[in-house]
T-cell receptor, first 115, second 111 residues
Framework: DVKVTQSSRYLVKRTGEKVFLECVQDMDHENMFWYRQDPGLGLRLIYFSYDVKMKEKGDIPEGYSVSREKKERFSLILESASTNQTSMYLC??????????????FGEGSWLTVV | SQKIEQNSEALNIQEGKTATLTCNYTNYSPAYLQWYRQDPGRGPVFLLLIRENEKEKRKERLKVTFDTTLKQSLFHITASQPADSATYLCALATGGFKTIFGAGTRLFVKA
């Protein structure tokens, strides 16, 4: 069964802390994504990666960075956490050319609260 | 601006009835439209994909229609069950790496 695994389900961090969210997929997918999901706003794309060491900004990259050192692993980094980054973060992956016509496989989500 | 709209109000229906959820979009010309199911506290799970040249797609009790003239997709669950209670997300793929998601409609099926 295909799987996208997010290492932390629930985190509470303090304002100004550096936060790492880790994601691993076991499907040998080329593309990986980080979204955040807030009530009433739908999923918003933060960053994506189409290959190892490659990254592209999504719609809301400010305050975030990413790292993809291995094909199966994609990390989201909050350089200095702020309360407006309290949200649910979803990692996802797809095969082939982006998300165009491809099934998006999501992880279970990481609930981050910044206090 | 580009927009996807799904009913923000929850849909409550009786078990056995057909649930119909709506997805409207503006200023897009999507080549594909997808529907996902999301349970509380979980990630979305893919259900169906329909292409712009397809009018209708079925999978077991699920049916999706895609009207590019009306810029609308309808998602139907026939013979609904309490286990169908979840949030359903509409998603548009216009090309490349970006898929645009709606905020979702919450469905409650009462026994």
């Amino acid at each position: 069964d295909v799987k996208v695994t997010q290492s932390s389900r629930y985190l509470v961090k303090r304002t100004g802390e550096k936060v790492f969210l880790e994601c691993v997929q076991d499907m040998d997918h080329e593309n990986m994504f980080w979204y955040r999901q807030d009530p009433g706003l739908g999923l918003r794309l933060i960053y994506f990666s189409y290959d190892v060491k490659m990254k592209e900004k999504g719609d809301i990259p400010e305050g975030y960075s990413v790292s993809r050192e291995k094909k199966e692993r994609f990390s989201l980094i909050l350089e200095s956490a702020s309360t407006n980054q309290t949200s649910m973060y979803l990692c996802a992956s797809t095969a082939g050319q982006g998300t165009f016509g491809n099934t998006i496989y999501f992880g279970e989500g990481s609930w981050l609260t910044v206090v | 601006s580009q927009k996807i709209e799904q009913n923000s109000e929850a849909l409550n229906i009786q078990e056995g009835k057909t649930a119909t959820l709506t997805c409207n979009y503006t200023n897009y010309s999507p080549a594909y439209l997808q529907w996902y199911r999301q349970d509380p506290g979980r990630g979305p799970v893919f259900l169906l994909l329909i292409r712009e040249n397809e009018k209708e797609k079925r999978k077991e009790r699920l049916k999706v229609t895609f009207d590019t003239t009306l810029k609308q997709s309808l998602f139907h669950i026939t013979a609904s069950q309490p286990a169908d209670s979840a949030t359903y997300l509409c998603a548009l793929a216009t090309g490349g790496f970006k898929t645009i998601f709606g905020a979702g409609t919450r469905l409650f099926v009462k026994a």
